[in-house]
C-alpha cells in the first residue's frame, strides 16, 4: 500500500511538473500564454472560471503593461472557454437562424462574434481591483451554472456563467448579469431590427460600432 501510496505521489508530482512544462512551451511560442494560469482539473468547470478570473485579474492588475496589450492578452485567456458559435445561434434564435442561408449564417456568426468579444471585454476592462466570490455550482442535466458575485466599493454584482459539455470540455454560451442575460438582450434587439427589416439590415448593424 506503501508502495501504491508513493507511485501516486509520483505521478501528481509529474502531471504537476508537466502542466508547467506545457504552459513554459507555449508562452516561448505565444508570448500572452504566460498570463493564463494552468487550470488543474479542466474537467472541474469551477476550476475553470476560477484560474481564468485569477488570470484575467494578473493582468489588469499588472502596472506595466497598457490598456490594449491589456485588452489583447484579455481576449487570449477568455476567448477559448466561450462557444461563440452556439451563443450566436441562440441570441438569433429558432424563429430567425434558418432563414438565413450559410453564407449569411457565416458572416453574421463573424460579426456577432467580433461585437460580443468587444463588449465582454471592454466590461471586464472596468474591473482592477474588485473581489470575487464564487458560489456551489448548480447542475441542470447536461449544462452547469456558475454563480458568482463581484465585490466593487461596497456594491455587489450577481453573475452567472451558464456551461455547456462540447467536445469533452466546458464552454460558456451565456452570461447573466443581475438577472439579465446577455443572449436574451442581444435577441431582443435582433428581433426588433428583422420586424422592421431585412437580414441585410441586420448585417450592416453589426459591421457598425457598438452604441452606434
Known sequence: MRYLGSIFLVFIAASGAWAEQAQTAAATAN???KWDLVVKDPNDPNDLMRTKWDSVAKVLQNKELD???KADIVDYIISP???FE???KLALGKTHWPKLNAADQKTFTSLFVQRLKASYRDKIMMYKDEQVEFQPAVQKKEMIQIPMTLLSDGKKTAIVYKLHRLDKTWKVYDVEIEGVSILLTYRSQFDDILARGTVKDLLSQLEKP???
Do not use: Q, R, V, W
Request: proline share 7%; charged share 20%; glycine share 14%.
Open 81 to 83: 472557454i466561450f462557444d
Open 210 to 212: 457598438a452604441g452606434s
Open 67 to 69: 490598456e490594449k496589450s
Open 86 to 88: 452556439l451563443m450566436g
Open 31 to 33: 508570448p500572452m500564454a
